[in-house]
């Protein structure tokens, strides 16, 4: 398993100016036998095995961050993928609808156009179209129906 | 032995390649003759025909199903008999011709006419989605779909059960999870057997361990469902189990779960944890 996180080449063209990141001096290694180090290694994962946290019930502090196992990361971007094949939407046809929907809520809603968030996701046997706005506040005018009746 | 009324025709069929649909199709079929049934394995891959290779009758054809359907030769002479098994045979595929010699028309009225000979007709879908799945779904009215547990084996796996399911023939498909390899699923590398029946939502015909033995039986041209003896392998043991279940059977599932040496569970509680 390897914990490199992947380079978006989008982003290295885009700010091609930006600085390496600096990288963090190494911290002196405390003068610790080999054998206490294993000791202290061996605690710190069995501190972070599965059995123990439920005890405690809270983040243990000496548990590493565990990384999605490969089965859970198999399934969970599998079911998105098929999520997208069955629905025959693809990432950009819900980009469209995005802005689409945007475009629409706008006459009726003030809301932050860059916070909407549009996505698919598997509610038992149906997909289900989930889209979250946050509205900024409400436009002060009648949506168009009402004021054609009244009219 | 079933009574004498029309043979149940079973398409092999999984969309991806090399997941192990001609493997199935030989030992399933191979199976279902050792259970004493009459059965035919029609290869519909034209142009990358196999199946003769795993029953180990590559030097035995003389016609093929193009043949048949060009009226080259009656259905009878195309039919390779098994060696091991009377009650066995193949309808190769051609080899020098590709997809479009065949149509989903014909292999109605050929599978039609096996039909009233046989009890089983199981016919090799070639991988993809197109002329060549459409030729081989076209006569059947029941599938099973091969799988691994692997992402791409099982998003196009997904894709050919949306098409079956637009196949009103089609009465009702299966799933044989192919190459399950129970170390892998135990250190959550691989998904389980349960991950993927919840995935694509289908039910279960078997669970085939990732075996060595069907390697050398391909070798050796000699279906593994077919070895013989107090011990045999656990893929043998699946392939019956299948067999059965087709037949009607009620046979439970194979447990994959290997006897662990204790030293291994002292190891692996001791990884725990860590990123490896």
Redesign the interface.
Same mark, same amino acid.
């Given at each position: 398993?390897s /914990?490199e996180t992947p380079v978006q080449p989008i982003e290295v063209i885009e700010s091609p100016a930006q600085p390496l990141p600096a990288v963090p001096a190494v911290p002196a290694s405390p003068p610790t036998g080999r054998l206490l180090q294993w000791w202290i290694g #061996?605690f710190?994962?069995?501190? &972070? @095995? $599965?059995?123990i946290q439920p005890l405690t019930g809270k983040p243990n502090p000496f @548990?590493?961050t565990? $990384?999605a196992? &490969?089965? /859970?990361e &198999?399934?969970n971007? #599998?079911?998105l993928? #098929?999520m997208h /094949?069955?629905t025959q939407l693809s990432p950009t046809l819900i980009e469209s609808m995005r802005d689409e929907l945007v475009e629409v809520i706008s006459k009726y809603v003030e809301i932050d156009k860059s916070a909407l968030d549009l996505s698919l996701e598997q509610e038992s046997?149906t997909i289900a179209l989930v889209a979250n706005i946050s509205v900024v506040r409400a436009i002060a005018q009648k949506p168009p129906d009402e004021t054609a009746q009244a009219g | 032995m079933a009574t004498k009324t029309e043979g149940r025709v079973i398409v092999v069929t999984s969309g991806k390649g090399g997941v192990g649909k001609t493997t199935s199709t030989a030992n399933i079929g191979a199976g279902l003759a050792r259970l004493g049934f009459k059965v035919v394995l029609i290869d519909t891959d034209i142009g990358l025909r196999n199946l003769d290779i795993l029953m180990g009758l590559e030097n035995r054809i003389v016609y093929n199903i193009v043949d048949v359907v060009e009226e080259r030769c009656k259905l009878t002479q195309a039919l390779v008999k098994d060696k091991r098994m009377p009650n066995l045979c193949l309808l190769p595929a051609a080899q020098t011709r590709d997809k479009s010699a065949l149509t989903p028309e014909q292999m109605i009225q050929v599978v039609g006419e096996l039909k009233q000979e046989h009890d089983y007709i199981l016919i090799d879908s070639p991988a993809g989605i197109e002329q060549g799945f459409q030729n081989a779904v076209a006569a059947a009215s029941e599938a099973i779909v091969v799988a691994t547990p692997e992402m791409s084996s099982v998003r196009d796996a997904d894709r050919i059960i949306g098409l079956l399911e637009t196949k009103e023939e089609i009465k009702h498909y299966k799933l044989v999870l192919n190459r399950v390899r129970p170390d892998m699923i135990k250190t959550n590398d691989m998904m389980d057997v349960d991950d993927v029946l919840e995935i694509l939502s289908i039910k279960l015909l078997g669970i085939i361990p990732e075996d060595q033995d069907i390697i050398v039986s391909t070798n050796r041209g000699e279906p593994v469902v077919l070895r013989d003896g107090d011990k045999v392998p656990r893929a043998t043991l699946a392939y019956r189990n299948i067999a059965a279940r087709i037949s009607g059977q009620d046979v439970p599932f194979l447990d994959l779960d290997t006897p662990v040496h204790w030293m291994d569970k002292v190891k692996s509680f001791l990884k725990l944890g860590g990123a490896s």
């Open positions: 398993m /914990d #061996l710190q994962k069995m501190s &972070a @095995a $599965p059995v @548990a590493q565990m $990384p196992t &490969a089965k /859970d &198999a399934k971007r #599998l079911q993928v #098929l /094949d069955r046997n | -």
